[in-house]
Structures are given as structure tokens and as C-alpha cells.
């Protein structure tokens, strides 16, 4: 079964840390744009970082730059999203994604927020930034 299957996520202190980790099952990544999501309750899903197959692009949305950092392990079939410096307004449902790399870019998929090619989600991960 093709899926991308998340783990990570959870509750921090403001300033703290977590890593998420979106792994693909019965297709490879290498040939996909992958891209980490957002949804906190209220607000519209917000594409936060993209990267390319082969790490050589990769978008930040200004929410993020400077504190999340996307990776890949095309060995592992899995991406990464490490978050740093978590604030309380970074508390959301975060999801992966993955659309065919030829038919679009990191700064495309995350700026149109997913809404078109995707071709697999995670299930999704909440995180929650609370004192």
C-alpha cells in the first residue's frame, strides 16, 4: 500500500524542540517534491517547507525560516522536519506531502498551500507549544 506514514509530534515549552518524521511505504521518495504542512483550528493549511528530491531547493515560509529545518534520507524513504525555537502560535496539525517532481517545485507546492498534485498525505501530527 502507497502511504506516507508520520511519527513525531507532541507537547513543548515555548523555546523547545520536536522532530517530525513522514516515512514512505510502497512507492520512493526520490522522485517526489515533499513538503510539510500546517492547520491550526481556525486558520487556512499553511505550507511551511518544501524540498526538492535532491536537497538542491528548498522553500521556507517567513512563519518558520531561520527555526525548522527540512531533510531527506532517500535511503530511509523518510523526510524530516526538525523545529527549533517552537512558539505557542506554531501549535497546529502538521502534515507531509508529496507530489511527482516534474510537475512542480518546492516554493510551487508550498506557496499554493498543497492544494494542487498532491499525490500522498501523512495522517497528520499535532503539536501543541504551551507553558
Known amino acids: 500500500q502507497e502511504q506516507l506514514v508520520q511519527s513525531g509530534g507532541g507537547s513543548v515549552q515555548p523555546g523547545g524542540s520536536l522532530k517530525l518524521s513522514c516515512a514512505a511505504s510502497g512507492f520512493t521518495l526520490d522522485e517526489y517534491t515533499i513538503g510539510w504542512f500546517r492547520r491550526a483550528p481556525g486558520e487556512e493549511q499553511e505550507g511551511i517547507s518544501c524540498m526538492s528530491p535532491f536537497d538542491d531547493d528548498t522553500y521556507y515560509s517567513t512563519s518558520v525560516k531561520g527555526r525548522f529545518t527540512i531533510s531527506r534520507d532517500n535511503a530511509k524513504n523518510t523526510v524530516y522536519l526538525q523545529m527549533n525555537s517552537l512558539k505557542p502560535e506554531d501549535t497546529a496539525d502538521y502534515y507531509c506531502?508529496?507530489?511527482?517532481?516534474?510537475?512542480?517545485?518546492?516554493?510551487?507546492?508550498?506557496?499554493?498551500?498543497?492544494?494542487?498534485?498532491?499525490?500522498?498525505w501523512g495522517e497528520g501530527s499535532l503539536v501543541t507549544v504551551s507553558s
Open positions: 506531502g508529496a507530489a511527482i517532481a516534474s510537475l512542480t517545485t518546492p516554493r510551487a507546492m508550498c506557496v499554493s498551500r498543497g492544494a494542487y498534485g498532491m499525490d500522498f
